[in-house]
């Protein structure tokens, strides 16, 4: 086990702006840590909520989804509904009791290079504190459990 | 020739199920015309040890409702899985979760403290079911809680999926006289694993109402408004779910001016309904600055229930996390 927890976070980037921003960030050098993972999409607008949800099932501690800045989208206004998409999830994960902490939303343009690394930064650090958020261990125990369970199955008396 | 066996059962449901299938008024006797009814606690007495008792694979058909909430539940889907040749997921609770689901987002411990121990329940020695129980006549049991409610599927292999809340009569009706029709070799079966009794598109396919652009400034509930009847309901705010809803209801609620609530579950291809409802419904709020679209977003009082009413246990997250602690 290693000493510090390293959270997994996956990142979705529209291929205009922001991942043109991580891009310039690898150029420039600029360090980050090596936690983030990212998916290029042609537009922030085409993150389905399914995408986010998948990754938290599938072992993610947090998501960072970043595209244009508003009035900079290349479709004109799809970061807009990535916006309230992205506020409304929020809201659903915290009723599922995922911290509102484990998901970000940023803008980045080509240029900000420097900032996205900085906010790439903010965000594993910030999931770092919150800890694992561990949901394909908790599937697997909760199915042990109920395996544990019926495997205690009785005839029910008729 | 003795006829083939037919069975129903319910587990964690409400019994609209049941109802729906009686609902299918005259059709109901051609079931009894073709099939020998072995096994349908609502309908006749019949007891577990007879069930035990039937060679296994020697039912036809059985149609299972309801969704799996203690052993109980898994036993009998298990016993009958291994009794019966075709196994049906039926409605939306047996498919999905269904309401009873909803408990997933509490743990174990809150939904007994709720049940049995607030102030609308006459409990002075806070006692909770116990599992087994000795008494003067011997031990006695009642099933085991689990910690989450699953569907039929996540318990034992289904053959088919039937969705609904309850699957709409027509509906039943049609898939009945399918088999009676194969059963006659006038017709084939569909593939396994799939979903019989409604529709591979949305409910909006259906629905009548008027649609234009859609852009929402502000939810409102249905009973506060007096909803135009030619117009999209969506566009006059009242959420509904019908964008990511499977369809073959035929648009029933929308038509009657409610809402749709999701009973049908997610449409072909798509992994999350509550996701895609989410993405829908977000996507209509005319609101460019954060605090607008939160201040929009506070209509949705309750998004986990609303996006995930009848597909808890069958979605990506499944559960909060308090549920699968135990």
Redesign the interface.
């Known amino acids: 086990m290693p000493d510090k927890f390293e959270p997994l976070i996956i990142g979705f980037t529209c291929n205009w702006c922001s991942y043109r921003a991580a891009d310039m960030a690898g150029l420039g050098r600029m360090k980050y840590p090596p936690n983030l993972r990212l998916i290029r999409l042609m537009c922030s607008g085409r993150l389905d909520p399914t995408f986010v949800l998948k990754a938290f099932a599938d072992g993610a501690d947090g998501v960072l989804i970043s595209g244009c800045h508003p009035g900079d989208c290349h479709y004109l206004e799809q970061n807009y509904k990535t916006q309230s998409r992205y506020l409304l999830l929020t809201r659903l994960l915290a009723s599922f009791g995922i911290e509102p902490q484990r998901i970000k939303l940023i803008w980045a343009s080509a240029a900000e290079g420097a900032y996205f690394a900085e906010q790439a930064t903010q965000i594993v650090e910030q999931v770092r504190a919150l800890g694992p958020l561990n949901w394909h261990t908790r599937r697997t125990l909760a199915k042990a459990q109920s395996e544990q369970l019926s495997q205690g199955l009785e005839e029910v008396p008729a | 020739m003795s006829k083939p066996k037919f069975a129903m059962y319910w587990s964690a449901s409400c019994g609209g199920c049941e109802i729906a299938v009686l609902n299918t008024h005259e059709k109901i006797l051609d079931v009894d015309a073709n099939f020998d009814v072995v096994f349908w606690p609502v309908a006749m007495d019949a007891?577990?040890?007879?069930v035990?008792a039937m060679e296994d694979k020697s039912i036809l058909l059985t149609l299972f409702n309801g969704a799996i909430r203690n052993?109980?539940n898994?036993?009998?889907a298990?016993l009958l899985r291994r009794k019966s040749q075709l196994l049906v997921a039926f409605g939306a609770c047996a498919t999905e979760g269904g309401i009873p689901a909803l408990a997933n987002?509490s743990d174990k411990q809150s939904i007994f403290d709720t049940a049995f121990n607030t102030i609308s329940t006459e409990n002075p020695n806070h006692i909770l079911p116990q599992t087994r129980w000795t008494m003067p006549e011997g031990e006695i049991?009642i099933?085991?809680m689990?910690?989450?409610v699953?569907t039929l599927e996540q318990?034992v292999p289904v053959d088919y999926y039937m969705p609904g809340c309850p699957p709409e009569s027509h509906q039943i009706a049609a898939v009945i006289d399918l088999v009676i029709q194969v059963l006659q070799g006038k017709a084939e079966l569909p593939p396994k694993g799939a979903v019989i009794g409604a529709g591979a598109s949305t409910v909006c396919e259906e629905c009548q109402r008027a649609r234009n652009e859609k852009k929402i400034t502000q939810f409102v509930r249905i009973q506060d408004i007096k909803p135009d009847p030619t117009l999209c309901l969506l566009e006059q705010g009242v959420l509904c779910n019908g964008p990511a809803t499977r369809g073959g209801c035929g648009a029933a609620c929308p038509t009657a001016s409610m809402p749709c609530v999701g009973c049908y579950g997610a449409t072909d291809g798509?992994?999350?309904q509550?996701?895609?409802l989410?993405?829908a419904?977000?996507?209509v709020?005319d609101?460019?600055d954060?605090k607008q679209?939160?201040q929009i977003?506070d209509g949705?009082p309750?998004?986990?229930?609303m996006?995930y009413r009848f597909g808890m246990s069958g979605?990506?997250?499944?559960?909060?996390?308090?549920a699968?602690?135990?």
């Open positions: 007891k577990y040890k007879d035990q052993d109980e898994e036993h009998i298990r987002l049991t099933p085991e689990y910690p989450v699953k318990v798509a992994m999350d509550g996701a895609r989410l993405s419904v977000a996507s709020i609101a460019r954060p679209v939160e977003l949705i309750d998004p986990a229930g996006f979605s990506l997250l499944r559960a909060s996390k308090d699968w602690k135990g």
